[in-house]
């Protein structure tokens, strides 16, 4: 019994420098964005100094800064998932 000869063809995936580079490029930037993500969420202290303006002040100031802490490392994941994306 032989086999029947195939209707389709398969396309084989080819890698393009411009592509891989990309990818090292975008790997190396989530590194580099979650170090410094953790840096800017870590080194923030939310401070009461009695109920004061200033305590408001540097809390607000502090919650700013976890909160870019958090972006920065969202664009180093949206990075490496547009890097990465599977070509069609």
Same mark, same amino acid.
């Given at each position: ?10 396309? $084989? ?66 990075? $490496? ?8």
């Amino acid at each position: 019994m032989s086999e029947p000869e195939p209707t389709e063809t398969r396309a $084989v995936p080819t890698y393009h420098p411009g592509r891989v580079i990309l990818r090292i490029i975008a790997a190396l930037w989530m590194v580099v964005a979650l170090s410094a993500g953790m840096n800017f969420i870590n080194s923030t202290r939310m401070e009461t100094y009695g109920g004061d303006a200033y305590t408001g002040i540097q809390n607000a100031v502090a919650r700013g800064t976890t909160a870019l802490g958090f972006l920065i490392i969202g664009t180093g994941v949206i990075a $490496v998932i547009v890097a990465f994306r599977r070509e069609t």
